[in-house]
């Protein structure tokens, strides 16, 4: 099989927000470039971001491609539609999500990715926290096709899939199977949705994650590299936290096994960052 994809949708009416939810402020980025940068650590394959026609779009991670939606005004299926057509040259299947999951943790998508390759089904849909969430689901990008097809018929409803194609479904309990998951997602926050003012303040005066930081030959300093836990939504912040800089002198291995120094880079619960210093061959 080949990699997995990731697909995020950027555009939307916003209309609850009253702004485009793509742009908003978070931890010194914003929502778009926290959600593609997070697929892009977390899954194998190419991540693109589909915006509606005509949309600007802040900044994105490097590696991230922009696909344009062709038809502005047809709902999120014909954003999905646009983002696996994009990925279908490359992969087999895609995490499909929407900008506006502050709270998305790499367990959730990798225990959906390995729901949908676990069934012969061409859609893995969770039905997480009492909802089904189709923007927050495991799609075959061979459904592309079929899904414009349907909306050329005039069905535009994201729910208008389970009629027409094999789809299975993780309900909270399944999902929390996962041991990686119900320990760091056990309420299952990946799935909530930013879609008020109200909500935006709530999400930003959340406390940010608890993460594990160590510092190795000259940044240790007297502490030596022992691990210290703190709260950081970023690589910058944690850098920032134990009194490094992300420049030319200094990377940091994220899990140990993704070496960077994009101080923008999401950080979740659970994470385990290295400082190294660059001079010395880090």
Known sequence: MRSAAGVVLAGGRSTRMGRPKAGLAWHG????YRTAALLGRTVDGPVVVVAAPGQTLPELPAGVAVVEDPVEGLGPMQGVAAGLAAVADRSDTAFVCSTDMPFLHPAFVRR???GLNDTKADML???AR???QPLAAGYRTSLAELITKLIGEGDLRPGMLVKHCEVAQLDDAQLLDDSALKRLDPDLESVLNINTPEDYDAARNRPSPTVTVERF???AGQGGHR???IQAATLGAAAERVGLELNRHVVAAVNGDQVTRDAKLPLVAGDSVAFLSADAGG
């Open 29 to 32: 980025s914003t929502f778009l």
């Open 112 to 114: 959906v990715l390995r």
């Open 125 to 127: 849909l969770p039905f």
């Open 130 to 132: 009492g909802f089904r």
């Open 217 to 219: 030959g000259a940044l």
């Open 227 to 229: 691990p210290v836990d």
